[in-house]
């Protein structure tokens, strides 16, 4: 009895090839939610974002400056500032005046302005850089129209330059936990089965020779 109870039991490795099909069956379900509540809700909100023609209508820039993050190492950090320039834009899909943003991002850290420049400690700097947007905007784009995204629904008066997040964001969401989920369940099974048909080669073997 005893030489059959301990056949029946997994050896070492096959018992670390378990726990690594569990722990790979679990860290699959675990970034599927992960990636689904980080990534795959707003990929989903963004993508009805519809493709539009727009045409500049007026640029401006309002009295008030806005502060951004720049980072100068490891431990150092600080804010700065830039102007406010706004880009108003008519659209194809309502043909109605709305505000342009660089992307999505941009809109959700500052409504206000169109464009948010890359973060340099030196204020100048930072001035530079929207006047080379208002300056591309007003003489190389001018009335020529381009492509633009807009949410009716979610943010009628806005409009994006670019969309953040397409079906790719989407391919990758749901293909590397499902791949790592069933790369988990694959490992479980083929250890179950091969040490299943061992035990069945070894009864087989056993009333042979008895």
Excluded at 16 to 23: A, N, P, Q, T, Y
């Amino acid at each position: 009895m005893a030489k059959v109870r301990v056949a029946y039991e997994y050896s070492e490795a096959e018992d670390k090839s378990i726990r690594l099909g569990f722990f790979l069956i679990v860290a699959g379900i675990i970034s599927l939610f992960i990636l689904g509540f980080c990534w795959l809700n707003p990929t989903l909100n963004n993508m009805q974002c519809k493709a539009a023609n727009c045409t500049v209508v007026s640029l401006r820039q309002i009295g008030e400056m806005s502060e951004c993050t720049f980072t100068c190492g490891a431990d150092c950090k600080g804010t700065s500032l830039y102007p406010c320039l706004q880009i108003f834009v008519n659209n194809s899909q309502s043909n109605s005046r709305a505000l342009l943003h660089y992307d999505e991002q941009q809109l959700l850290l500052n409504p206000k302005c169109s464009y948010i420049p890359p973060c340099e400690r030196d204020n100048q700097k930072n001035s530079e850089n929207v006047m080379s947007w208002h300056d591309y905007w007003k003489e190389e784009i001018g009335s020529q129209s381009f492509i633009c995204y807009i949410n009716r629904q979610r943010r009628p008066d806005d409009v994006l330059l670019k969309r953040t997040r397409d079906e790719n964001v989407l391919l990758h969401c749901v293909l590397w936990p499902l791949l790592t989920l069933l790369v988990g369940v694959l490992i479980v099974l083929l250890t179950v089965c091969g040490k299943s048909l061992a035990i069945r080669a070894e009864a087989l073997q056993k009333m042979k020779y008895s």
